[in-house]
């Protein structure tokens, strides 16, 4: 009975919840002409415009939405075009050959053309329309999400989109933009809003903190008061979201190109800690320990790399950002253990990035690169005979050698600065400079291998069996 009555309660509510986002959500949907916005189709992938005619032609609504929409209007080079439609998924895999389906919590369809992905979705619909048999939804305990395949309207889709900036339609059929949620507004103004109740948004996927966090970064814009309350309270809902998914966010976090701004963030709204237990355990008041500034300036020198087209390795983030923790732990299992520094160093890295992968699931070739970068720390400083020539063949040696270098920036540690300065002049000295550098070097004392003489045996005596 009281299973009955919770159930009741649980629908009474959720309908309610609905009732008020569409309240909230309905401003008057505008049509901005051609002539008022600055969207051509010459700035559009010719596959995306591919997608979009072929699905007119066969009777079906079509639009481009999203990012790609938003970036066009603010005159930037959009990443990826994605496309919304009335077709169900097996309606568009009917229409491409080179399409599939992908998504457990909500469908889609993937247009492949080589190497780019026109991704189309069907126009989602309100949970309570549930009841047609081509539509499913599951909600877990928290209020998340875990499938949403209910469709509906391109006026339902709207509202169910996470932002009003991301929730504008381009129509190649009159080449109009549709705005259902005033999205053009908060462009112009530089806002970003959350459409409907914010904490029941962010209850259905938590993710939706991250992003709005990501795009405030990225876009240069402010989070409206409204949709920036809730997040520091519901911060914890990260924890609730699968790892594997957090490694994808994450990296979209901090390897776009507005990392630092981003890592400001999400130290402000609380979020920085479910992403990054480990490290957040070491933050201080003034927040300019070694570890901080260690931090912001890798986030720095990866955001110039990006900006000047150069690649970027999440292995070198990730080895840069915990290295303190790592010295920290290895400095107590040293204490705690009495083991000798090498050995308490490896035990730390593990340790270290085992916590760091129950929340984020970074993937072992990532781990293993920077477990080598770790390493190479401890072996730099040894120099002599041929150690130096064969620690420039490793693979991961240069990015060892930043790791050192930004050491010895942060910490302004003589020792370190001349150990990075002496690798950053033998890296581009000729080989007859090179072997004077390693004459000038103190040499250390092998160990002495101590031979054991063969024992004597005693001579057999005759007879002896």
Request: charged fraction near 30%; hydrophobic fraction near 40%.
């Amino acid at each position: 009975m009281f299973t009955r009555v919770a159930n009741f309660c649980r629908k009474v509510l959720s309908r309610e919840e609905s009732m008020a986002n569409d309240a909230i959500a309905q401003p008057h949907m505008s049509v901005i002409p051609r002539e008022q916005h600055n969207i051509s189709r010459k700035d559009i992938s010719e596959n995306a415009l591919k997608v979009l005619y072929r699905l007119n032609k066969a009777g079906y609504e079509a639009y481009l939405v999203g990012g790609g929409v938003r970036d066009l209007l603010l005159g930037k080079k959009p990443k990826d075009f994605d496309v919304t439609t009335s077709a169900t998924p097996e309606q568009v895999r009917k229409l491409f050959r080179n399409c599939r389906l992908v998504g457990r919590r909500f469908r889609l369809a993937h247009v492949m053309f080589g190497p780019e992905i026109i991704e189309v979705a069907t126009f989602r619909g309100h949970h309570e329309a549930g009841a047609s048999d081509r539509t499913t939804s599951q909600r877990g305990q928290n209020g998340m999400l875990l499938r949403d395949n209910i469709f509906g309207s391109i006026e339902e889709d709207a509202q169910r989109r996470d932002f009003t900036i991301n929730s504008l339609y381009y129509s190649v059929a009159d080449f109009t933009v549709r705005d259902y949620v005033g999205g053009m507004q908060d462009l112009k103004e530089g806002l970003i809003r959350l459409i409907g109740t914010p904490e029941t948004r962010y209850r259905e996927d938590p993710v939706r903190m991250l992003r709005a966090v990501r795009f405030a970064a990225k876009l240069n814009m402010r989070i409206s008061p409204e949709t920036a309350e809730p997040i520091p309270r519901l911060a914890t809902l990260i924890n609730d979201v699968p790892p594997a998914r957090l490694f994808e966010e994450a990296l979209k976090l901090l390897q776009a190109g507005h990392g630092f701004e981003t890592y400001n963030l999400l130290r402000e709204y609380n979020l920085f800690q479910p992403l990054f237990p480990t490290i957040t355990r070491y933050f201080t008041e003034s927040g300019d320990s070694p570890m901080e500034r260690m931090i912001a300036q890798v986030l720095k020198n990866t955001d110039t790399r990006i900006r000047n087209d150069m690649r970027v390795n999440p292995a070198f983030l990730f080895a840069a950002m915990f290295w303190y923790p790592l010295l920290e732990t290895a400095q107590r299992i040293t204490q705690e253990s009495g083991l000798a520094y090498y050995d308490a160093f490896a035990l730390a890295a593990n340790d270290v990035l085992d916590e760091g992968c129950r929340t984020l699931a970074i993937p072992k070739r990532i781990t293993t690169l920077v477990r080598d970068i770790w390493q190479l720390q401890l072996r730099m400083s040894r120099r002599q005979g041929k150690r130096a020539w064969k620690l420039m063949e490793h693979p991961k040696f240069r990015a060892a050698f930043d790791l050192l270098s930004l050491r010895a920036e942060i910490e302004r540690n003589q020792e370190l600065q001349r150990l990075a300065q002496w690798w950053a002049e033998f890296q581009v000295s000729a080989p007859p400079e090179q072997k004077d550098m390693l004459t000038g070097l103190d040499e250390e004392p092998e160990p002495r291998r101590r031979h054991r003489r063969p024992r004597k045996r005693a001579p057999r005596r005759e007879g002896a069996s």
